[in-house]
Every structure is written in structure tokens, then in C-alpha cells.
């Protein structure tokens, strides 16, 4: 069963800087595909960005481009996102997802766009910046 446990979230004043960490169990270290995403209240879920293959290839939504920094350490089973100069626009649930293993770059690959393709999810963290 596959298991994803976010950890990180917090309060911040804009420009500072924090770390997401998701604990990730019964996931396939290898040939994987996982990503963040967030929801602000009253709005939609969207990608933040995505990850394939233990770091291989990355890819950001535009709005945290330079930004964010997506990372996997396979060793320790547990995916980042290092967020630097931190907006109140990026005040939101945090949530780790995953992808089917199988359909990584048939599915999966379209997740960013669009949070349907997400096959496993994490509970979220909450993320807070205010100006």
C-alpha cells in the first residue's frame, strides 16, 4: 500500500524559505514518478512540480520557476521541495502525490496540468506566507 506522510508546512513571511519533506512507503524507488501540488482556499488544485526517476528529469509550474527546487533522496525513501523566495500567492495545502509506476510517461506526465493523472496522495501540509 503505497503511503505518502508530507511534513514542513508552516508560517513564513515573504521572501524566506522552507522545506517540504514527503516520507514515501510501498512505492517503487526506481522508474517512479511523484510531484507537489497545491490548493489555496477557493481555488482549484494545481501542479507544482514533478520529478521522474530518482531526479532524472524536473519540471515546474511557471509561477515557481527559480523558485522551487523538486529533489529525491532514494536512500532515505523521502521526496523535497525546497521553496526559496516564498510569495503570499504560494500560501496553501501542500501535497505530495505519485503517479501509477506503470503509466508514468503515458499518464502521469500530464499531471502538472492537470492533478486527475495523480494516482496516490498525500494528507497535505499547510503553507503560509504572509507580506
Known amino acids: 500500500q503505497v503511503q505518502l506522510v508530507e511534513s514542513g508546512g508552516g508560517s513564513v513571511q515573504a521572501g524566506g524559505s522552507l522545506r517540504l519533506s514527503c516520507a514515501v512507503s510501498?512505492?517503487?524507488?526506481?522508474?517512479?514518478?511523484m510531484g507537489w501540488f497545491r490548493q489555496a482556499p477557493g481555488k482549484e488544485r494545481e501542479g507544482v512540480a514533478t520529478i521522474y526517476t530518482g531526479g532524472g528529469s524536473t519540471y515546474y509550474a511557471d509561477s515557481v520557476k527559480g523558485r522551487f527546487t523538486i529533489s529525491q533522496d532514494n536512500a532515505k525513501n523521502t521526496m523535497y521541495l525546497q521553496m526559496n523566495s516564498l510569495k503570499p500567492e504560494d500560501t496553501a495545502m501542500y501535497y505530495c502525490?505519485?503517479?501509477?509506476?506503470?503509466?508514468?510517461?503515458?499518464?502521469?506526465?500530464?499531471?502538472?496540468?492537470?492533478?486527475?493523472?495523480?494516482?496516490?496522495w498525500g494528507q497535505g501540509t499547510q503553507v503560509t506566507v504572509s507580506s
Open positions: 510501498g512505492y517503487p524507488s526506481s522508474r517512479n514518478c
Open positions: 502525490a505519485a503517479g501509477d509506476p506503470k503509466t508514468c510517461w503515458s499518464r502521469f506526465r500530464f499531471a502538472l496540468k492537470n492533478p486527475v493523472y495523480v494516482a496516490y
